[in-house]
């Protein structure tokens, strides 16, 4: 047990990742109090139910009114109304926070909303599955994982570390980042790997020539990885399309140049060209497998951020 960082937490929204803080909180004793609010009932009397929290409530401004830390973990097209409803009610020194997968937005969404007497910090976990609600989640989610803040210029250095810190307990490595290139880089490591596995699968489900059934009968691991990324949350992820257009449109402009010249190598029946393509991203898996990052499913993110840290430092 830790000694708590924070005398009082709110947790708005409690899905996959807020459920998630709930548990790691409760299990590390890292809050005395932990107040949840989320937008409908029904997710509501299930998070009582969990016993994720200590006072329950469908009011995000009240939810604040006694919080030292609040975090947000609610889809990202979702920021602006929870701050515009929480900024009044915040007290003297606040920290707020988020958890969503896109930051410019989020930052642009929320900063104008929390007051001058509060302080302001977005911030991503680098860790999540396909699963959404809150019984989804568990308390290891955190563990081994990056999170990364994103600061604007002039935000308080102790606000900052006292936010570090928490992420630290929760089994975190906190990075900070620019939000404009943590929407770059999560653009190419996270955001188009889903935006392929939507559209193969539904390419899939489109098939006049192969059967649902024979999808479902025969497919390769190769396949079941995508319908598991294909499985996630509709509204999270048509919330990242939207509040990550410009770095989303850039990446898929440069993946739509690199397949069309791989489909022109089959075409024409470039063997050379396939071979040395192939041979080079074999290289890239087997230096994520030696950094330690081989399992498949929740560690994405953690290997090439890693890597990046290793090649600044040398
Ligand atoms: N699912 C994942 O693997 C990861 C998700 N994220 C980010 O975390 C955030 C939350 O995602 P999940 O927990 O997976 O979603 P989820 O769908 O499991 O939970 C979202 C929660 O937000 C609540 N909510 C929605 N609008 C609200 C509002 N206006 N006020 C209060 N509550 C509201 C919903 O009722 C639900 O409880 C998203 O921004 C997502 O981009 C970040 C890292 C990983
Ligand atoms: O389930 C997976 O493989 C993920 O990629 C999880 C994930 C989804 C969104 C994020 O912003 C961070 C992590």
Redesign the pocket.
Known sequence: MTDPLFENVTL???????SSLARVIRAKGLARHVTI????AP?LEAARALDLGHAYTLS?AEAVADADLVIV????G?SE??AREIGPHLKRGAIVT?????KASVVRQMQPHIPETAHFIAG???????????E?GFAELFEGRWCILTPTPGTDADAIARLKAFWEACGSTVEEMDPEHHDLVLAIVSHLPHIIAYNIVGTADDLETVTKSEVIKYSASGFRDFTRLAA??P??WR??CLHNRDAILEMLARFSEDLASLQRAVRWGDGDKLFDLFTRTRGIRRSIVEAGQDTDV?NFGRNVLKQDAKAGSS
């Open positions: 708005i929204g409690i899905g996959l990742i807020g609010a989320t937008r409908s997710t995000n973990s609610v889809p990202v979702a109304a929870v988020d958890v969503g997968s896109t991503h976990p680098i860790a999540g599955t396909e699963q959404s609600g809150p989804s996630s949350d509204v999270m919330d990242v929740p």
